[in-house]
């Protein structure tokens, strides 16, 4: 049972690996995201391997098995190691990929608010909205005023509403990303040393 989750992180890599590219980081980042991921079903398979093994032998002599459980578990440690690098950099360059689409909606949104000064803007406003039927034929100036305003600022609201939920996504993401990758690798790493030294010590 145990060695089948194992054989199955291999698997799982050879379909990624198969498709090498070492040069492209969009591949560099799916080897590491598949590493990571998948590694938790690894390492319970290798703790069901050692758990196994000493149930049925509780003496101090190190087996076949505790031998082998001690050097996957070292290998993956040392390629979790290796893949943080790597794993960090694509957490900076989701962030400065982040930061620009961010950076253009607010440039959108302040632009916006800009041209909602723009007295010719209202008065476009009051004809499209006249054309159309949209305010009586008989209302006042102010009161066409008013609504091309009240318009505008319902189209500023808007914009306004969607950059925060962009930006509270970004962080989410950005987040979530930074624990469950280079922060989870680093979990993985600790537990893979420490059941390394504990297979064999």
Not at 135 to 163: C, G, H, T, W
Not at 169 to 198: D, Y
Request: proline letters at 3%.
């Amino acid at each position: 049972m145990g060695i089948t989750l194992v054989a199955l992180l291999l698997l799982q890599m050879l379909a990624v690996l198969t498709l090498w590219d070492w040069n492209q980081e969009p591949f560099r980042q799916l080897v590491v995201e598949r590493l990571i991921n998948q590694s938790p079903m690894a390492l319970v398979g290798l703790v069901l391997m050692y758990l196994s093994s000493r149930l049925e032998d509780d003496s101090e002599t190190r087996t076949p098995v505790l031998w082998t459980i001690c050097i996957i578990s070292g290998l993956l440690a040392v390629v979790l190691t290796a893949s943080l690098p790597v794993a960090i950099g694509g957490d900076q360059i989701m962030q400065q990929q982040s930061d620009q689409q961010l950076a253009g909606k607010k440039g959108q949104l302040e632009m916006a608010r800009q041209q909602s000064q723009d007295p010719a803007l209202v008065q476009q406003l009051i004809k499209q909205a006249e054309a159309s039927g949209q305010v009586p034929a008989n209302a006042s100036d102010a009161q066409k005023n008013q609504s091309a305003r009240a318009f505008i600022d319902r189209q500023l609201d808007q914009m306004e509403a969607q950059f925060k939920q962009a930006e509270q996504a970004s962080k989410v993401s950005l987040s979530q990303r930074r624990f469950a990758g280079s922060g989870g690798a680093v979990v993985l790493i600790i537990a893979f040393t420490i059941l390394c030294l504990g297979s064999v010590l």
